[in-house]
Every structure is written in C-alpha cells, then in structure tokens.
C-alpha cells in the first residue's frame, strides 16, 4: 500500500539505530540485499520510515524508488507504524455474519482512520484481518494479545472506551 | 553470425542465429506491432501486442523476447493473432484516458497508431472501475499525466538503465499499480535530472515536456520586446524528423527561414555561443593543468549531468567548469555586449533557446545565470515545441528556401557545430587548448578519438610538451562509471567531457520523438551524428579562436578570456543539492 503524505515524524533508539547499521554492515555489497534490508527495517522498526530507506538506499546503492516500489509490492510492508494498541476486528466468514463490519465501521468512524492506518497519537492502530480460529466467540476482535468475543456494536464500542480512557 | 532457416508466414526465409522472432521478421520486411519492447534495456515481453503463433506451441509467443530456432515456423498474421491483439489493445484502451483531440502526441502517439491499424474504437465495452491520477506539474521541465500511462515501463528504462538513476518506477501491485516515485514524491520534490530520456521512449502523451509555446508566442506578440532566438548545435539535425525529412539531415537553412517567418526579431546561432564556451573552457583548462587542478576538469554545458552532479556527487563541484553553456552564455552576450550595441534595454529582450534538451527549461531558472541583472535565458524551447510552433504558423518548413543566420551571431566555426555530439565539446576544447599553448597555428585538429556513439571514449595526447589524457563519456550510467574509476584511483584524466544523454545532444530528451518501430532498428545517434561532423567538415573556420566574432567582442568587451569581465558574463556557479 502506498503513501500520499508524511503524517508520523521519524522516532527511534539507540538500540534501533545501532541493530539497523549493525543489518546494513552485513549486507553491504550482497547481491539481493534490498530484500533482507527492508524486512530487517520493518522487524525493527515496525515499518518502513522514509529515512530508513533513505539509509538503504545509501548504503546498498539501490536507488530509494526501487526500494519503495519493492515494499509497496508486497503486502507484508507497512508504511505507517503501530500504534500502542493494535485493535484487530476479526474480517472472517463467522464474524462478518455476526455483524463484525458494523463494529469495524464504528472503530474506523471513533478514531477516525481507516483500517490499516494509525491514529496521528499513536496510540491505536486499527486492522481488519482474516480469521484468527475463534468462530466459537464470533464476531471477536483483539486488542494486542487481549481477545473479546461475542460482541455486538454496543459492547465492541465499550472495549473501545476502556481503552481510550487508559494511557 | 550463422543464418539459420525459418519460414515466416509461408515464406522461407533466413536471418541471423540468436535473433527474435522481431528482429528475424522485420529483416524480412515483416513488422510486428510492439508498446512496451525497448532494444537493450526494455525487453520485458509484458504487453503482449507483439504476439504470434509458432507451430507447434500451443499458446501465442511474444516475438519481442522469443528467439528463433532452425526451421521455425512463424505467423505473424493469422485471425488467432489479430483477434488477441485486438482485444489487448482494448484492454489497454479501457484504463487509458481517451482525451486524444489536443495530446500532445496526437498524430505520434504509439498507442493510438495501432488503434487505428486494427480498429479499435474509444468504446465503453471494457468500461469499469479507473482509477483518477492527480495530474504532475510539479517539475520546471515536463509533466506526467498517470491517466495516460499504459505501464510499458519504458520510462523505467531509461531513467533505470541509460541513466543509472531510477527516480521513476512501478509503484503498488495489480491494478493499482502506477508509475511513480518513492513515497508519492511528485516530479519537483525528487532529485530527476531533467534530461528527458524518459519523455522520448514514451509511447503514450503520459509524459511530455511542458509546453512554453504559448509564452514566446506572447513575446513575439508584445511590440515592447525584441525577441530573438537561438539554435542550439544539434537542433538543426533533428528539426526535418518532425517534417518527415530523412533522420539526419541539416536542415539549418530551413529552420532559420522558419524562425524569421513565424516573427522573431533576429535569429541567431548557439554554436556562436559555443565558441565563446570553447575560449573559456579551454583557457580554464589550461589554468588548472599549469596550476595543479582540481584535476580532472568536468565540462559544464550539460545541465542534466549538472543537476546530477549538485544531487548525487556534490564532491565533484569543484572540478566542474565554472563555464556557463552556450545557451546562457548567448543569454548573457545578448544582454549585456549586443544591448549596448543595439541600444536597447536589456530588460526588453527576450531570450528565446531552441534547444534538444528539456533540462535545459531548468538551466534557465538557476541561480547566477544573470549577467545584466536579468536572466540571461528567458524560455528555452525543445526542438519538438518548435516544430509545434512551425506547424501552427502555417508554415510549409519543406518548401522553404535556405537562409542564413544573422550576425553578429550568426557565423560559428566547426567547432561550434559538434558540440552536439558525444566528444565534440572536448575536440573544440583540444583544438583551441592546443593551439594556444602552442602559441601558432596548428594543422592537426581532427581529434578522432574521441568521437563515435561509444558510451565511454578515453584517449591520450601531447599537447605542447604536456601529456593529456581524456575521456568523453555520454549517459550518466556511463558518467558513474567513470567516476567511479577516478575516486578509487583506478585511472586520472586531465579532462572529463559528460553529456547526460547517450549519445550527446543529438539523443537528447527535448529532441523529435521516435517510435520504438524506429528506434528499435535505426541508429538514431549515429546518423544525427553524422550531419553534425559533415557540416564542422565543411566549415571555412573550425576552432573557435578563429571566430571574427569571438575575437571582437573580446576586444570591445570581455578583454582575455578568463578575465573578470568574462568570469562575471560568462561563468557560473554550482550549488549542493538533495539526493532524493
């Protein structure tokens, strides 16, 4: 998926800046490295920032257009990084019949992303995904690790404020 | 090469081992219809309009990528072909936006020629979801219209491959997928270079130059201004292509009878202005070999490598030429020597460049390229904007009689002339540098070395006692290769020409757009080329030194060349830029 505007400024650790290079020393000169490059940057990072292609880009000799076209190829790389919350709704056969697009809907209108985008706070990334083998619990969402089945819009929207009201 | 029998159509034929089914059937006169086949660097077989059927395979075979074997039996015209072709066409018909009247390339458009050959119509058959692409102007030098484009790839190409740059490429998958830069970036935020190497592999009006007819139009319409204009070296061997003259044929005689008739005031020579960059190249190059560099002095004429240096190899500003080109050393002699002469204001003469180049609409917006305090330059036009210009007057070019430039800047020396080749800047510079240091005229100024289509040209000479060795390099995949070579240390030049397009300005990306049909199979470079050395040949005068126009405005002037008044008329300055 690709980007139109810069919403998030660039944030990160010694520890991330130094994992990165260490990465990047060992793939200089490989032939194929762009590859392994982007999925260590999205692993470290969470996605892929302009300023860490940027550094691939330097550092492999690939030019930075190369590097995007690749990560917007695949599904696997995220140009928008996590938020602290990660609320995926269950998209799946038994969950979409139970009424899980309502609960999307209504996460998607009070946050006001879309899925798959991150909230200019940080703090919630919103998902739809396929089935997570809860159908029992349909429809389920989950926050982070934390699973909530058999919701209906009402009760999905009550997780949501328990949420919005922790830090 | 060995020639191997095949039978194309019925017909037993031969053609070379190793050939494609393409290039095996248009030796015998066959052509098969290609979009997106590139020689060299596009050879992706992705948009299926040059399939054909080979006996014995079950499934249509893109002739552009396939190569022939002994006894191959080939259709190229069979109802199976025709019915496939077709349909791909209107496929890639339905995601095209069909607003054909006023395109730019409507007449030359790839995609609308083969319409036409196997009648497909703008019908809504295949009609559904689109896609709407913002519209990019964002760039000094061109546009990309996504809505047009039918994802050949050949702009990738050449972007990728010629240029070793690859601003441009395939962004998204499937059917979202669109031709782009990183992160969305449009045209004027990236670091591109403005050669235009992509606008003339384009089959379709999705890229073009950004058409400044309509500002010298204006010009010519305000009876304040006294608009002249300027033809640079290799515009006058490309001109006849858009009035289906012969690909290599100068047609300078016509052109300025075409620019006197559509309203300039005067119509002058480049190649004038050339000179005048030989004086001062040369003369800096010989400064910095007797005072130790920086060595290898780059030539400057080229904005694209210019903007390609300030971008990728801002280390390298240094050794460029401080020398302006010769477009805006015209711009500046024309507001500063030639409006005090004529006594007109500088700020009433408009500037006007016919030029092969889209980088150099970009030129004419620098920094320090303001002699008189005005711009130097006002507009440059590519050569495809005035052949438009031409074509809208009404203006029969093929009929018109031979007329000459006018003075003072009509008269150039051979050296002049080439510089719209690979090579031809550093031969001008050797003959002048090398009869100055010799201190007399000199006889042996043919430097043949360092000419031909060769992306990389090296050569060594004594010049004066002093052993010289140069390269000419053309395309800027060529210009990192070299560059390359010199920060490792693997080699040392004394001097480095750079074109940014292959081939030199001949091949440059505001010249006549030529469909892959021609590209593919004529060598474009080398017969443009050639019209450029045939004419230095015939020139009376052929090192700049001897230009009577050279020698009298130095005189009444700038003085000697590399003296402060020229470095303030003449010369320039580079500045850092952003590599992405």
């Known amino acids: ?167 | 090469m060995k020639e191997i029998m095949i039978t194309i159509n019925g017909k037993v034929c031969t053609a070379p081992e190793g050939s494609t089914i393409l290039e095996a059937a248009r030796i015998n006169n066959i052509e098969i219809p290609t979009l997106c086949f590139l020689k060299e660097i596009n050879e992706i077989g992705a948009c299926r309009m040059c399939v054909v059927e080979v006996k014995g395979m079950k499934n249509l075979i893109t002739a552009c990528v396939y190569p022939i074997r002994e006894g191959m039996e080939i259709t190229t015209n069979s109802k199976k072909v025709f019915k496939s072709r077709k349909i791909n066409l209107e496929l890639i018909l339905s995601t095209h936006e069909r607003k054909c009247l006023s395109c730019i390339r409507s007449g030359n458009c790839e995609l609308q020629m083969l319409c036409k050959e196997f009648s497909v119509d703008d019908e809504d058959y295949y009609n559904g979801e689109n896609l709407q692409y913002d519209f990019d102007d964002t760039s000094v030098h061109m546009y990309r219209n996504d809505n047009k484009c039918i994802l050949c790839k050949r702009c990738v190409a050449a972007c990728s491959v010629w240029q070793d740059i690859g601003v441009v490429g395939p962004n998204d998958r499937g059917f979202k997928t669109h031709i782009g830069s990183a992160y969305e970036k449009s045209l004027g935020e990236v670091a591109c270079i403005s050669c235009g190497q992509c606008i003339v592999v384009c089959p379709t009006g999705a890229i073009a130059e950004k058409d400044q007819t309509k500002e010298v139009w204006a010009a010519l319409d305000d009876p304040t201004k006294h608009v002249i204009v300027q033809t640079a070296p290799s515009t006058r061997v490309t001109l006849g292509e858009a009035f289906n003259i012969p690909i290599g044929t100068n047609v300078e005689g016509k052109m300025v009878a075409a620019l006197r008739r559509i309203g300039f005031d005067k119509v002058f020579d480049t190649n004038v202005a050339a000179d005048f960059t030989i004086m001062e190249e040369a003369n800096e190059f010989i400064e910095r070999v007797q005072n130790n560099g920086p060595l290898p002095m780059f030539t400057s004429c080229s904005p694209g490598w210019i903007k390609y240096c300030e971008s990728y190899h801002p280390e390298l500003i240094p050794n460029l030429s401080s020398c302006k080109s010769p477009q805006q050393m015209f711009g500046a002699l024309a507001k500063t020597w030639y409006a005090e002469k004529m006594g007109i204001h500088p700020k009433d003469i408009f500037v006007v460049g016919v030029m092969p180049c889209t980088a150099k609409k970009f030129e004419v917006t620098r920094e320090d390229e303001a002699a008189a305090g005005y711009s130097d330059c006002d507009v440059a036009l590519t050569t495809r904007e005035v052949a438009r210009m031409i074509e809208k007057a009404g203006i029969r070019f093929n009929d018109l009689p031979d007329e000459q430039f006018d003075n003072p800047f009509g008269e150039a020396t051979g050296a002049g002339y080439i510089f719209g080749a690979t090579g031809g800047v550093m031969e001008a510079a050797l003959r002048t540098a090398s009869e100055t240091l010799a201190g007399h005229p000199i006889d042996s100024i043919d430097f043949k070395e360092v000419r031909g289509m060769e992306g990389i040209k090296e050569a060594s000479y004594e010049i004066n006692g002093t052993k010289v060795k140069v390269a000419a390099v053309s395309g800027i995949a060529n210009a990192k290769k070299i560059i390359e070579k010199i920060q490792s240390g693997e080699e040392f030049y004394h001097f480095v020409e750079v074109m940014g397009c292959p081939g030199g300005c001949i091949n440059g990306g505001g010249q006549p757009v030529q469909p892959a049909s021609v590209r593919n199979f004529v060598d474009l470079k080398t017969k443009r080329a050639a019209a450029l050395y045939e004419a230095d040949k015939n020139r009376g005068l052929r090192k700049s030194n001897d230009s009577p126009i050279v020698k009298l405005v130095y005189k009444e002037f700038l003085g000697k060349p590399g003296s402060e008044k020229a470095h303030s008329v003449l010369h320039t300055s580079f500045t850092k830029r952003s590599e992405f």
């Open chain 1, 1 to 167: 998926m690709s980007v139109k505007e810069k919403v998030f400024d660039f944030i990160e650790t010694e520890s991330q800046h130094q994992e990165f290079e260490e990465c990047l020393n060992n793939l200089q000169g490989v032939q194929g490295g762009q590859m392994p490059a982007l999925q260590e940057a999205q692993r470290i990072y969470g996605y892929l920032p302009v300023e860490v292609l940027e550094r691939i880009s330097k550092k492999l000799d690939v030019p930075l257009e190369k590097l995007y076209s690749t990560a917007t190829f695949y599904s696997q790389f995220t140009f928008v990084p996590k938020g602290k919350y990660t609320i995926s709704v269950c998209m799946g056969t038994a969950c979409y019949v139970k009424g899980a697009g309502d609960i999307l809907d209504s996460y998607a209108t009070s946050l006001k992303i879309k899925p798959g985008e991150t909230t200019p706070d940080r703090k919630f990334t919103l998902e739809s995904v396929r089935c997570i083998g809860a159908c029992g619990l349909a429809p389920v969402i989950t926050v982070n690790e934390e699973v909530y089945g058999r919701l209906t819009k009402k009760k999905g929207d009550k997780v949501l404020v328990t949420y919005l009201n922790q830090e």
